[in-house]
């Protein structure tokens, strides 16, 4: 009977022994590794960088279009378009990738953004024509922003300050308005958050980045002095539900580079915005606008002016001097030109993935008699003792179809009107049309 016991016992351990070893060698389920972690502190898109607290949102876009009448990017370009060396299209293919990464820090947010774009641009402008390429064909990488923030400080390449109507409802880079298509200036700024999502800034920004030049007594070339001080900029701001608004203010220095030259000058702009969201008429749809004002500060009233100098077009000249300052009598004295713009526009969401807008701009470049004499001196062909005073008007229409989520395809129209310096017998106002047609497929998460 011990025996019989004995037998028994040692099956069954044998039995359990066997039995553990098989179960040691069954598979076991792992834990699922998240390999990327999603990050909800900043809005859709962003992701913890493995190993970090930093959370970092990678976004881009592919974009190509087709511009008639208008420079790239629909910008209106003072040119003659009725000789038969312009080209009259303007083909564009441009591309970007950006980056925004976030950490949170016992002094905030601390934030740093990049943004690299490439472009290549086919049959701008007027020349020689040629075949192949085009008559000023080129390829080049840049970087429209790159800036950090912390603290409520903003260092770096970015919008400036100034700015409040960056021409969201259409394609262009506009001649009117401050916003600078883009492509940003440098900037170190300060923000003070007030509460009630009122807002107050203060910015030194790029002189450079701002001037228009100072014309000579001949008014045909620039001699401004180097950059010695910056723009000085000021805001303040409020974004509510209702929409935002924005007074703003900035001292330019204008600064003379010839010996004999008048001393360095104050100029300045005074602004206004006011954005409003309609939810009414459809989700997503506003109007917003801004007036500008400037003495001596004229990229403030027109980011764009630099193109509107003397050209040609169908035999007459489209005369638009455009200049910060201009030196008058023996070259000891200048005057600052005075201008004042105003753009707007309204976006309508007719049902999802269907938006257009209406929008317009106008603006005005005013002289001193002083100032308009010299700039005569520049102008073949004009009557002694008129004006060098001109406007421009423009309005026109976009309108996006979003077939998917992501891929924009729009077309544009706009309609301007130049209404020329000087008075002669080869001088000539100038209107014209311009279209763009663009595909856009955005990488945003």
């Known amino acids: 009977m011990k025996m019989v016991k004995s037998l028994l016992l040692g099956t069954a351990a044998g039995l359990v022994a066997t039995a553990g070893a098989q179960a040691a060698d069954l598979p076991v389920k792992a834990k699922p590794v998240?390999?990327?972690?999603?990050?909800?502190?900043?809005?859709?898109?962003?992701?913890?960088?493995?190993?970090?607290?930093?959370?970092i949102k990678v976004g881009g876009f592919a974009r190509a279009e087709v511009n008639f009448g208008a420079g790239g990017s629909f910008a209106p370009s003072f040119i003659n378009w009725d000789a038969r060396s312009t080209n009259t299209q303007a083909w564009r293919t441009r591309a970007g990738i950006t980056a925004d990464a976030r950490s949170q820090t016992a002094y905030g947010t601390l934030?740093?953004?990049?943004?690299?774009?490439?472009?290549s641009d086919n049959s701008i402008g007027q020349g020689a024509v040629t075949n192949g390429t085009g008559a000023t064909a080129y390829d080049r990488l840049y970087s429209p922003a790159a800036f950090i923030q912390f603290a409520g400080f903003t260092m770096g390449r970015t919008g400036s300050f100034f700015d409040f109507d960056g021409m969201g409802y259409s394609n262009q880079s506009n001649v009117w308005g401050s916003a600078q298509g883009g492509n940003g200036i440098e900037v170190w700024a300060y923000t003070a958050q007030l509460g009630n999502g009122l807002s107050a800034s203060i910015a030194a920004e790029n002189n450079n980045g701002r001037r228009v030049g100072v014309a000579t007594i001949a008014g045909a070339s620039n001699t401004a002095a180097g950059q010695s001080m910056p723009d000085i900029v000021g805001n303040l701001r409020i974004d509510q539900a209702w929409g935002s608004a924005q007074i703003m203010g900035a001292y330019h220095q204008v600064n003379y580079g010839v010996?004999?030259?008048?001393?360095?000058?104050?100029?300045?702009?005074?602004?206004?915005?006011?954005?409003?969201?309609l939810p009414m008429l459809g989700k997503g749809d506003y109007i917003i606008g801004q007036f500008t004002y400037g003495v001596g500060a004229i990229d403030y009233v027109g980011s764009g002016l630099a193109q509107a100098q003397t050209t040609q077009r169908g035999g007459t000249i489209s005369y638009g001097p455009a200049w910060d300052s201009v030196l008058t009598g023996t070259g000891t004295t200048a005057d600052l030109t005075t201008g004042w713009s105003i753009t707007g526009g309204l976006e309508h969401n007719w049902v999802p993935g269907w938006k257009t807008s209406l929008y317009g701009a106008y603006g005005k470049l005013e002289y001193s008699t002083a100032a308009s004499t010299s700039l005569q001196l520049a102008a073949a062909g004009t009557t002694v003792g008129s004006s060098a005073n001109w406007s421009y008007w423009q309005v026109g229409s976009r309108t996006v179809w979003t077939p998917v989520t992501n891929l924009d395809l729009s077309v544009e129209v706009m309609y301007q009107v130049q209404n020329t310096a000087f008075t002669g017998a080869t001088i000539g106002d100038n209107s014209w049309w311009s279209g763009m047609f663009r595909a856009q497929r955005n990488f945003y998460p």
């Open 34 to 55: 998240q390999y990327v972690k999603i990050c909800s502190l900043y809005g859709a898109g962003f992701y913890y960088m493995p190993g970090t607290d930093t959370c």
């Open 111 to 119: 934030r740093g953004y990049a943004y690299l774009a490439a472009t």
């Open 259 to 277: 010996v004999g030259n008048p001393s360095d000058e104050a100029g300045w702009a005074f602004g206004a915005g006011l954005k409003v969201n």
